[in-house]
C-alpha cells in the first residue's frame, strides 16, 4: 500500500445667482469709480515700472522619514517567509489516521527570531497529529530576526496547516461516518474531529436544523447530566442580512457588530471573554466567545457565530473548567471544518 502524503497550507462648491449678482455690482462700481482716461492733452502720470523679481523660489523637500520608521512591506516579507518555512517542516507520518486533517497553530516570534509557546487554536483530535503540528513549530529553530523597521518587539502568528493523508487504494479520505454530517436538501457538512462524534439531529424552536455532537470518553466532557457537549445549529438569515453578500458580512464592520452582539447578549449569563475572529469553513468569517457564568463558575461555556446570506450559524458548547483548554481546539474545529454551500 502506497501511501500519499502532501501538505498544504494551510482588509463643489455652487456659484448661485446671489453671488453672480454680487459680482456684477461690484463690477459696475468699480467702473463707476474709476479715473477717466487721461486726454492727449494731459500730462500721463509716471509710473515706475514693476521691480524685478530677485527673490529666489523656495525649494521645499519631500520629508525624510526618521531611521527607524515602520516599514509594513518589510515585516510582511518575513511573514510570508517564515510561513513557508513552516510548511516546510510540517511532514506528514505514514502511521497518521487517514484523511484530511486541518489545525491551526499559535505561535509568538520574539524580534531576535525566537520562536516559544507554540499552542493549537484548532486541533484535529488526534494526539500524533496535533503533536505532528506542534513538532512543526518547534522544527522551525531559530529564525532569521525582524526587519530592522518592523516596529514591534515580539509578535503571535496564527498559521493553518492541512495534513492530507490517503492510502492510494481506493481510501477517499472522509472522516468515519460517525464524525460526519451531511444534509444535502441545507448543503452543509458537519464533521466532529477525533474523540468527539456525531450524535444526532434534534429540534428546537428557531432553527431550521440543529446537529448535537458528544465526546467519547477519552475527550472533554460534557456538563453533567448532559449528553452532549456542543449543538451546531442554523437559522434563517434575517431579512436585511440576506441581501448583503458574504464579502460584505466578512467584513470589518459586521464582524465588529457580531462581537457587539454576543458580549451584549451573553454579558448577563457571567464574565465573557473578549470576542476573537474564527474562520467558518473556508467562506464564513465569525467571533467567538467563552462565557464563565455567575452561577457556575466551574462551568464554562462556548459560543461561536457567523453569518452567510442564507443562514446564521451557531457552535454552542459547555465543558467544566478543568476541560476548557483541551476543548477549545475541538470546539473551533467544528466550525473550521464546516462546508456549507449555497442552496
Not at 448661485?16 to 456684477?24: D, E, I
Request: contains cysteine.
Amino acid at each position: 500500500m502506497t501511501r500519499h502524503l502532501s501538505t498544504f497550507v494551510l482588509s463643489c462648491a455652487l456659484s448661485g445667482s446671489a453671488g453672480l449678482a454680487a459680482s456684477a455690482l461690484a463690477a459696475d462700481t468699480a467702473t463707476q469709480n474709476a479715473p477717466a482716461p487721461a486726454t492727449a492733452g494731459s500730462a500721463a502720470a509716471s509710473v515706475p515700472p514693476p521691480a524685478a523679481d530677485t527673490v529666489p523660489p523656495v525649494r521645499i523637500d519631500p520629508p525624510v522619514p526618521p531611521a527607524d520608521a515602520v516599514d509594513p512591506m518589510a515585516m510582511q516579507t518575513w511573514t510570508t517567509q517564515m510561513r513557508q518555512r513552516l510548511t516546510r517542516s510540517a511532514a506528514a507520518r505514514s502511521e497518521w489516521p487517514a484523511g484530511r486533517h486541518r489545525l491551526v497553530v499559535e505561535f509568538r516570534v520574539s524580534r531576535d527570531g525566537v520562536v516559544s509557546d507554540p499552542a493549537l487554536v484548532v486541533a484535529s483530535g488526534h494526539r500524533d497529529v496535533d503533536e505532528g503540528a506542534l513538532s512543526a513549530v518547534r522544527r522551525m529553530g531559530q529564525l532569521p530576526p525582524f526587519p530592522p523597521n518592523a516596529g514591534v518587539d515580539s509578535q503571535s502568528f496564527r498559521v493553518p496547516l492541512v495534513f492530507d493523508i490517503g492510502d492510494g487504494e481506493g481510501h477517499d479520505g472522509r472522516t468515519p461516518r460517525e464524525q460526519r454530517y451531511q444534509d444535502p436538501s441545507r448543503r452543509f457538512t458537519v464533521s466532529a474531529p477525533a474523540t468527539l462524534y456525531i450524535q444526532g439531529t434534534r429540534e428546537r424552536p428557531g432553527f431550521l436544523h440543529v446537529v448535537g455532537i458528544a465526546s467519547h470518553a477519552a475527550g472533554p466532557q460534557p456538563l453533567p447530566g448532559r449528553s452532549r457537549i456542543c449543538d451546531m445549529g442554523l437559522r434563517a438569515q434575517r431579512e436585511d442580512l440576506r441581501t448583503q453578500d458574504q464579502a460584505t458580512l466578512n467584513g470589518a464592520d459586521h464582524q465588529a457588530a457580531l462581537a457587539n452582539y454576543l458580549s451584549r447578549s451573553y454579558a448577563p449569563m457571567g464574565a465573557v471573554a473578549l470576542p476573537a475572529g474564527l474562520a467558518f469553513g473556508t467562506t464564513a468569517s465569525g467571533r467567538e466567545i467563552v462565557v464563565t457564568p455567575k452561577d457556575e463558575p466551574h462551568e464554562r461555556r462556548y459560543i461561536a457565530m457567523a453569518d452567510t446570506p442564507d443562514y446564521r450559524i451557531i457552535v454552542s458548547c459547555a465543558t467544566r473548567d478543568t476541560d476548557v483548554d483541551r476543548a477549545l481546539p475541538l470546539f473551533r474545529a467544528i466550525a473550521a471544518n464546516l462546508v456549507l454551500r449555497a442552496p
